[in-house]
Nanobody, 129 residues
Framework: QVQLVESGGGLEQAGGSLRLSCAAS????????MAWFRQAPGKEREFVAAISGSGGRIYYADSVKGRFTISRDNAKNTLYLQMNSLKPEDTAVYYC??????????????????????WGQGTQVTVSS
């Protein structure tokens, strides 16, 4: 079983930057699709970004495209989310997720919660205006 632990959340002003990390332990890391999702108060959890095992395929939600960058370091078993030009609407709990299902090169597949089999506990990001 894989364990995912997020870190790097906090309070930031609008326009600022934060970098989230997700450390994975347990099962093999470098063959998995990994992703970030987020859940704002009173809203459903939504897709933010996803990356293939090799890092060669990346998808973003339209709301973060051009501002957020997902990356991974397979040697360190770590997933990252660099968040720039933060907005108050980015305020949410951010979750790291890993998939141990067969991979399909489809944006819809990468963006679905049901694709992912393992989840972290989440880290709070708060952006003040």
């Amino acid at each position: 079983q894989v364990q995912l632990v997020e870190s790097g959340g906090g309070l930031e002003q609008a326009g600022g930057s934060l970098r989230l990390s997700c450390a994975a332990s347990g099962r093999t890391f470098n063959t998995n699709i990994m992703a970030w999702f987020r859940q704002a108060p009173g809203k459903e959890r939504e897709f933010v970004a996803a990356i293939s095992g090799s890092g060669g395929r990346i998808y973003y939600a339209d709301s973060v495209k051009g501002r957020f960058t997902i990356s991974r370091d397979n040697a360190k078993n770590t997933l990252y989310l660099q968040m720039n030009s933060l907005k108050p609407e980015d305020t949410a709990v951010y979750y790291c997720a890993a998939s141990y299902r067969p991979s399909y090169p489809s944006a819809n597949y990468y963006g679905r919660e049901s694709t992912y089999t393992n989840w972290g506990q989440g880290t709070q990001v708060t952006v003040s205006s």
